[in-house]
């Protein structure tokens, strides 16, 4: 039971309350470039939700059964951004080859993910937070869900902008961070939602 | 290409937040204080300066396939070294920096400089390049830190001056700043993520009205110019 609870804490906590997008700021750079249509936005976004998950449970092994027997814990970040770098690249030749759909679907956006923060970030909360195993996977798929809900909601508003009457200088990125910060202020209503906290 | 040109190129013209709109994620996240800023910004030029010089050191050996890969290695390992030294010397400012001092290694400033200028690019250029637009980075870091902790709590500089810093005595990143505002003006709004996403969207705004502006004034002089000439 206590299990459950624990894996609904860190549910809750990575779509709404703690969104890596609004609080923690990883994943802003895909955030603001891929955010112009609502399709690419989707695209990205389930990418996003596919590589965090796969990236959680591949980096917690090479963490728990690799780096922390071997003495080599100072050298993660260089073994995660390795293993996040082949992982891109081995799902994309996979895709290629045996789901072709998806692959033209995900498109650019695949091998863009490798300098996503958010996906080395969760790699490292995982870490920092010392989750075990199925915690750690729920954390990065649940946190890829939360970026995918930003993304998309964001890319709707930016749809939206071009009706929007504002000064000329903010055309382009300024506006749509502008956007973001509003946005960032309404999921700040979510925060008393650390329910089990 | 000149030094002083480059100088201008890294701090205004082709600001690598500002311009080209690149690492984002951490000018927004660690902008709360002025310790945090100048922390960040002095980690980021060191190593954008050492990768610059490594990469462009290695650029004709290393086969162009696998140079995206070569490029993440060389700065994985600088981005190690700093974590591990500050993590040794500067415990507070690796404490409040927190996850985004890893978070370097996918910054895309310095893969952004590595691909499109150290790799094309000699070791004395691309030094002198890193050390540009790491000061281009940290100059406007700075001033968002200024600007939010100005605006949201009503202090300058805190973490390094006033009550507590090390001018009275204190640890380092242990002053609460010199008050400013009284405490009941500031909006604590900005120093939350919130104030993040605007104040860089203002600061963007502006550059490009800036940059715009004088662009239109060159443009009218060249235009009386040739005016002139015609006459």
């Known amino acids: ?197 | 290409m000149d030094f002083k040109s480059q100088f201008k190129e890294g701090l205004i013209t082709n600001n690598p937040v500002l311009v080209q709109l690149l690492g984002l994620c951490s000018v927004m996240a660690i902008s709360t204080s002025f310790f945090n800023g100048i922390g960040m910004g002095i980690a980021v030029t060191i190593i954008l300066t050492l990768s610059n010089i490594i990469i462009s050191a290695i650029r004709n050996i290393v086969p162009n396939k696998i140079r995206i890969a070569m490029f993440i290695v060389v700065i994985a390992g600088f981005v190690t070294m700093v974590d591990l030294l500050l993590q040794a010397f500067v415990p507070a400012l690796s404490e409040s920096l927190g996850v985004f001092i890893p978070l370097i290694v996918v910054n895309c400033i310095i893969l952004g400089r590595a691909e499109s200028f150290s790799y094309k690019n000699g070791v004395l250029a691309s030094a002198i390049d890193g050390i540009c637009q790491g000061i281009g980075y940290t100059a406007v870091l700075l001033v968002m830190c200024i600007i939010r902790e100005f605006l949201g709590a009503g202090t300058f500089g805190g973490g390094i001056l006033g009550s507590g810093g090390i001018f009275d005595g204190g640890a380092l990143g242990a002053g609460k700043g010199i008050t400013i505002l009284p405490e009941q003006y500031p909006m604590k709004l900005l120093t939350l993520p919130v104030g993040g996403f605007i104040v860089l969207g203002v600061l963007i705004a502006a550059m490009q009205w800036a940059l715009n502006r004088s662009k239109q004034k060159a443009e009218e002089a060249a235009k009386i110019e040739k005016e002139a000439v015609q006459v």
């Open chain 1, 1 to 197: 039971m206590k299990e459950l609870s624990t894996l609904i804490t860190i549910t809750i906590g990575a779509i709404l309350s703690n969104n890596f997008i609004f609080s923690q700021f990883l994943g802003c750079c895909p955030f603001m470039g891929v955010s112009k249509k609502i399709d690419t936005a989707t695209g990205m976004g389930f990418a996003v939700v596919f590589v965090m998950g796969l990236a959680s449970a591949i980096t917690w092994c090479v963490y728990n059964w690799i780096l922390l027997p071997l003495n080599l814990v100072y050298m993660q970040t260089v073994a995660f951004i390795l293993v996040i770098a082949s992982l891109v690249q081995f799902i994309e030749m996979f895709l290629q080859k045996s789901v072709p759909s998806l692959y033209t679907a995900l498109g650019v956006y695949l091998p863009l993910i490798t300098t996503n923060c958010a996906v080395l970030g969760v790699a490292l909360l995982n870490i920092q937070n010392s989750y075990n195993f199925i915690e750690a996977v729920v954390y990065g798929i649940t946190g890829g869900v939360g970026f995918l809900l930003a993304i998309v909601l964001l890319a709707s508003v930016r749809e939206q902008l071009v009706f929007a009457d504002y000064p000329k200088s903010f055309d382009g990125f300024p506006i749509a961070l502008v956007a973001a910060g509003l946005m960032a202020l309404a999921f700040m209503g979510f925060s008393g939602l650390d329910i089990f906290k």
